[in-house]
């Protein structure tokens, strides 16, 4: 089955620690995302990456991390730069770098700060 | 900044009747997105209209687009208790290669 797939589905992380979320798309996509998205709130844009070994930041990437050394896999890191990071975190990809196309999103991880 | 904000931010109707949400958005667009998200899941693309179109149909799915008021609606017909979810504009800009998503409106169909 052709899809985006996110891991694991939740997360507990201790204060101060850092934590990877994984994020695997075979539906050979150049364009992956990563959002986050808070109660009451829309998908906020944290980083996005058009091609491999190219990331941008978005509108909220203090705190976080990423990297895209294959095309299928785009990892986010949370650290512990990130003051309020408990939130349901979304990856998605999309056929090339515009957004002219439609976005596929994994089912999501709920990361709980504990 | 987000580009898109939905109204309203929750809508309650019976099951049979229609759901009209709509999308505001501030800068110039390529194209507007819906999309649907069930609650704790991701979301789903549900249609994509140009800044070229007027009207976009997709089953019981109507998307308006009217740039020169820089909104949006998105009309359900004959609603179904399985179209309860929340439901998400996006834009693009002129400029740039990022999603830009609103706050979406959460709509409940009584069974």
Same mark, same amino acid.
């Given at each position: 089955d052709g899809g985006i797939t996110q891991s694991p589905k939740y997360l507990f992380r201790k204060e101060g620690q850092n934590v990877t979320l994984s994020c695997e798309q075979n539906l050979n996509h150049d364009a992956?995302?990563?959002?986050?998205?808070?109660?009451?709130?829309?998908?906020? #844009?944290?980083?996005? =990456?058009?091609?491999? /070994?190219?990331?941008?930041?978005?509108?909220? !990437?203090?705190?976080? @991390?990423?990297?895209?050394?294959?095309?299928?896999?785009?990892? #986010?890191t949370v650290? =512990?730069?990130?003051? /309020?990071?408990?939130?349901?975190?979304?990856? !998605?990809?999309?056929? @090339?770098?515009?957004?002219?196309?439609?976005?596929?999103?994994?089912?999501?991880?709920?990361?709980?700060?504990? | 900044s987000q580009q898109g904000e939905e109204d309203p931010q929750a809508l309650s109707i019976q099951e049979g009747e229609n759901a009209t949400m709509n999308c505001s958005y501030k800068t110039s667009?390529?194209?507007?997105?819906?999309?649907?998200?069930?609650?704790?899941?991701?979301?789903v693309h549900l249609i994509l209209i140009r800044s070229n179109e007027r009207e976009k149909h997709s089953g019981r799915l109507r998307v308006t687009l009217d740039t020169s008021k820089?909104?949006?609606s998105l009309l359900i017909t004959a609603s179904r208790a399985a179209d309860t979810a929340s439901y998400f504009c996006a834009t693009d800009r002129t400029t740039g290669n990022q999603f830009y998503f609103g706050t979406g409106t959460s709509l409940t169909v009584i069974p």
């Open positions: 992956m995302y990563w959002y986050r998205q808070d109660p009451g709130q829309g998908l906020r #844009l944290i980083y996005y =990456s058009q091609i491999v /070994n190219d990331f941008q930041k978005g509108d909220i !990437a203090e705190g976080y @991390s990423v990297s895209r050394e294959k095309k299928e896999s785009f990892p #986010l650290t =512990s730069a990130q003051k /309020n990071p408990t939130a349901f975190y979304l990856c !998605a990809s999309s056929i @090339s770098g515009g957004p002219s196309t439609e976005a596929f999103f994994g089912q999501g991880t709920r990361l709980t700060v504990v | 667009i390529n194209n507007l997105q819906w999309y649907r998200q069930n609650s704790g899941r991701g979301l820089k909104s949006s």
